[in-house]
Nanobody, 120 residues
Framework: QVQLVESGGGLVQAGGSLRLSCVAS????????VGWYRQAPGKQRELVAG???????NYADSVKGRFTISRDNAKNTAYLQMNSLKPEDTAVYYC??????????????WGQGTQVTVSS
C-alpha cells in the first residue's frame, strides 16, 4: 500500500511562511485529487485545501488568501504554501491523495503528518 510523505513543517513566528510538500513513498503513475488537512490538539481533523487532478482548488474560509495549494505533476508532488501564519494555524498537517498506482488502479493514501507551530 502506498503512503505519502510530508515535509516542510516547523516552528515559525506569526506572520511567517512555510511550504509543505507531499510525495508518494514509492514510484506511482500519478497523483489525482489531493487534500491538505490539519488537526490541532483536542480538535477534529479539518480540510484546509484541496486540488483536483485538473487543478481546480478549494480552501477553508480560515485560510483563504493566505494558503495556496499547488501540484507538480512531473514530480508527482503536491505543495501547500502557507503565508501570514497565525498561532491558530498550529496543528499537525496531513496530506491525503487518491494515488494512481497504474492507469488502471488507484487507492487512497495518507501521510504521517508534519507539525506546524506558529508562535505569537
Amino acid at each position: 500500500q502506498v503512503q505519502l510523505v510530508e515535509s516542510g513543517g516547523g516552528l515559525v513566528q506569526a506572520g511567517g511562511s512555510l511550504r509543505l510538500s507531499c510525495v508518494a513513498s514509492r514510484i506511482i503513475f500519478m497523483l489525482n485529487a489531493v487534500g491538505w488537512y490539519r488537526q490541532a490538539p483536542g480538535k477534529q481533523r479539518e480540510l484546509v485545501a484541496g486540488i483536483t487532478g485538473g487543478g481546480a482548488t478549494n480552501y477553508a474560509d480560515s485560510v483563504k488568501g493566505r494558503f495556496t495549494i499547488s501540484r507538480d505533476n512531473a514530480k508527482n508532488t503536491a505543495y501547500l504554501q502557507m503565508n501570514s501564519l497565525k498561532p491558530e494555524d498550529t496543528a499537525v498537517y496531513y496530506c491525503n491523495a487518491n494515488v494512481a498506482i497504474s492507469p488502471y488502479y488507484s487507492e487512497n493514501a495518507w501521510g504521517q503528518g508534519t507539525q506546524v507551530t506558529v508562535s505569537s
